[in-house]
């Protein structure tokens, strides 16, 4: 499968539905993965609206679906749904750190649990046909303890030899969860030990600057942009402009406006009208940090309860063609544990 420029919209719970997939590929992500799904809800839930929604696929390709669960067996149904449904990748989260998950010995709990995790690679690469890629999502280890680090090195062997297309590394550990620096260098390290396969980089990627430079230090294939994604879809066109050589196109204010508009009217053809504003208020959260006045646009977008109120909040805040602010200035504490990926 190709995928074109190394730089692509991640799984990310609760946010990169369809809506915001759709924002992002205009803008120039050349890949998208759907907000990662449980298994059992795939196989079990999936026929009505809710499930509909969920497994609607890009109406660009490739799109990729993320996959979370426990039990091996429960995995191949659900897998060979999403490419029934039209997607053209299947991804594996090994990585998620949230602790009802973990609760549940599903995404980054299988990084302690190699044998379950390889017997989920196995049913799955042996469930797809063979033209479907698969690929893993994992965080460096479990933990910092060398038994994490021989158990995560066994599990990246192990898939690698079951058929996995492509690995996503993100640099913390599961129990660091979202706290501290991702390790870079743990990510270098997977690189080097691939030998020619495709490994993807993760984490403490907000802005075009830092998506290009974790491709130029660690040497990967390319880099999933995640929370950094989350309100500034340009990443991925400031992303092209850096790596043409251009300066990043920093979007003012009427541009501002008129995307998140248009992700407001997808939002409503999506989920419906009346349950759109509320589901957009976390993306109208996100927005607001490319405002010179974020603060009370964030607030105003926290307030609105339908779409008027919401559209009077782009006609007072991003009227006219003020310039917005450079996400090269926003530190990481814009973003929080809720960003989920």
Not at 117 to 138: E, G, N, T
Request: charged share 25%; aromatic share 8%.
């Amino acid at each position: 499968m190709e995928i074109g420029f190394p730089v692509v919209q991640a799984a990310l719970s609760g946010y990169s539905d369809w809506p915001m997939r759709a924002i992002a590929r205009r803008l120039g992500a050349p890949y998208a993965l759907c907000e990662v799904l449980l298994d059992r809800f795939v196989v079990e839930v999936s026929t009505g609206a809710k499930g509909k929604r969920l497994l609607r696929a890009d109406d660009e390709h490739p799109c990729g679906a993320q996959l979370m669960g426990a039990a091996p067996d429960a995995f191949p149904a659900a897998a060979l749904r999403l490419v029934a449904a039209g997607f053209d990748a299947i991804d594996l989260n090994f990585a998620c750190p949230v602790k009802k998950v973990l609760g549940r010995r599903r995404g980054g709990w299988l990084l302690a649990d190699p044998q379950t995790a390889l017997a989920i690679v196995a049913r799955v690469r042996d469930a797809l046909p063979a033209h479907v890629p698969l690929s893993v999502k994992l965080r460096r280890a479990f933990d910092d303890g060398p038994a994490s680090r021989e158990r995560f090195y066994q599990i990246i062997e192990g898939a690698w030899r079951l058929g996995v297309d492509a690995l996503t590394i993100h640099g913390r550990t599961v129990r660091q969860r979202y706290e501290g620096r991702a390790d870079w260098q743990s990510v270098a390290e997977l690189k080097r030990l691939a030998a020619g396969r495709t490994v993807l980089g993760s984490g403490d990627l907000y802005s075009a600057e830092q998506c290009l430079r974790m491709i130029a230090c660690c040497g990967v294939d390319g880099v999933t942009a995640a929370r950094g994604a989350i309100g500034n879809p340009w990443i991925f066109r400031q992303c092209r402009d850096l790596a043409a050589g251009r300066r990043p196109h920093i979007p003012d204010l009427r541009e501002q406006r008129e995307v998140i508009a248009e992700h407001y009217r997808l939002a409503a053809e999506h989920y419906g009208p009346d349950r759109c504003c509320p589901r957009m208020r976390k993306f109208g959260i996100k927005y607001a940090r490319l405002h010179p006045q974020h603060q009370q646009v964030r607030d105003a977008f926290v307030a609105a309860t339908n779409a008027e109120q919401w559209h009077a909040v782009l006609d007072r805040w991003y009227a006219d063609e003020s310039p917005g602010r450079n996400p090269d200035s926003l530190a990481s504490e814009f973003f929080d544990e809720a960003d989920a990926e």
